[in-house]
């Protein structure tokens, strides 16, 4: 049976764990070079994730199948400059052995159920331009592309 709910200190760990895969998955993509030295979260470890859940601005969520902690998703609620307010899902992620049994889609539904609920206007998120995987499941939820980030890499 799998499931999402809200994130506890003892799932840190695992979440920990998962972010060091997200990292390792999402690096070597298209784009994946640029996000990991600037999307993707400075410090991703126990102490980080276990900060997150204390963070009043922060819903932090994990998906499970038999009780084990398999995915996990961030939403971080901002404040617009008209005072709406708009959740941006940084990281979601779900093991690879996982993947395709609905995990996902709970979790995700879960963080827009609670983002919906502080009144929140919108959700954004990220998806590498080489990820068409996670695109697909993003358009799949409803989510449509609101910018196009263009970039050119100076670096060899």
């Known amino acids: 049976m799998d499931a999402a709910r809200p994130a506890t200190a003892d799932d840190v760990p695992a979440i920990a764990e998962l972010a060091a895969e997200l990292r390792a998955e999402l690096t070597p993509m298209r784009g994946g070079h ?4 600037r999307e993707a979260r400075a410090e991703h470890g126990r102490v980080a994730y276990r900060a997150l ?10 998906g ?9 998703g961030v939403c971080e609620v901002e404040t617009l ?24 889609e709970q979790i995700l539904d879960t963080l827009v159920s609670e983002c919906r ?11 590498l331009p080489g990820h068409r ?6 358009e799949g939820a409803g989510f449509t592309a609101r910018a196009i980030v263009m970039h050119r890499a100076l670096e060899p």
């Open 117 to 127: 609920a502080l009144g929140c206007a919108g959700i954004d998120t990220l998806a």
């Open 133 to 138: 995987a996670a695109k697909n499941f993003f």
């Open 34 to 37: 640029v996000w990991s030295r």
């Open 53 to 62: 859940l204390d963070d009043p601005n922060t819903l932090v969520i994990v």
């Open 64 to 72: 499970t199948i038999d009780g084990v902690v398999v995915g996990y």
């Open 81 to 104: 400059r008209d005072r709406s307010l708009i959740g941006t899902i940084p990281e979601l992620f779900v093991t690879e052995q996982a993947r395709a049994v609905g995990v996902g």
